[in-house]
């Protein structure tokens, strides 16, 4: 079935550092990629989406491009802040399904 | 903006209690959805729902669980007898159409002691 594997947190970064967390997927056929973030307290927010191979998805300073080739959808930043921190997950949907597929999370905290 | 709202935000409750959790979807969505997530484990399918039905489910939503949206604004689901293992952040989303964004809730956190 299909699945999605993000790297392991919890992840701790001064602020301006480079961001990169990585997220693979198994899915049959062609299916949309996300990047959700959950900030304390809230709910999951779309961060970022791609539906096709080759497709950059942005906002807010991160990126992530959707490669075919190595079933991968990394989230990157250049240059974080401390109002980065929360969890983000990555996530796929295929064309027509009705349900969204979740990796498991990655904590991200930035020190000032 | 439009947000999806859930209550409790935190409920605990003993094993074999009922519980129902709350949502208010977006008002112009047609598709609604629970999700949840055991702490520390992935964010999981339960179902969705449309046109008054259930469209999919999975394999964890099983005869204790139904779905429920009795007024056309909130949509709720209910444990009927809760077990230790259903202790888990749970997330209601809501989405206009298929393949759209999912908008979801701020989720509710379940303690089943």
Do not use: A, M, V, Y
């Given at each position: 079935g299909d699945s999605v594997t993000q790297m392991e947190g919890p992840v701790t970064l001064s602020e301006e550092a480079f961001l990169t967390i990585n997220c693979t997927y198994t899915a049959t056929g062609y299916p949309s990629l996300f990047w959700y973030v959950q900030y304390p307290g809230e709910g999951l927010q779309l961060l970022l989406k791609a539906t096709k191979a080759d497709d950059k998805g942005s906002n807010k300073g991160f990126e992530a491009t959707y490669r075919k080739e190595t079933t991968s959808f990394h989230l990157e930043k250049g240059s974080v802040q401390v109002s980065d921190s929360a969890v983000y997950f990555c996530a796929l949907n295929r064309q027509g399904a009705q349900k969204l597929v979740f990796g498991q999370g990655t904590r991200l905290t930035i020190n000032p | 903006e439009p947000e999806v709202t859930q209550t409790p935000s935190h409920q605990v409750t003993q094993m074999g209690q009922e519980v129902i959790l709350r949502c208010v979807p977006?008002?112009?969505?047609?598709y609604f959805y629970w999700y949840r997530q055991i702490l520390g484990q992935k964010v999981e399918f339960l179902v969705s729902f449309y046109n008054n039905e259930i469209s999919e489910k999975s394999?964890?939503?099983?005869?204790q669980f139904s779905v429920e949206?009795?007024?056309?604004?909130n949509f709720t689901l209910k444990i009927r007898s809760t077990k230790l293992e259903d202790s888990a952040m749970y997330f209601c989303a809501s989405v206009t159409e298929l393949n759209t964004e999912a908008f979801f809730g701020q989720g509710t956190r379940l303690t089943v002691v």
């Open positions: - | 977006i008002s112009n969505h047609l394999e964890i939503f099983d005869d949206r009795p007024d056309g604004s």
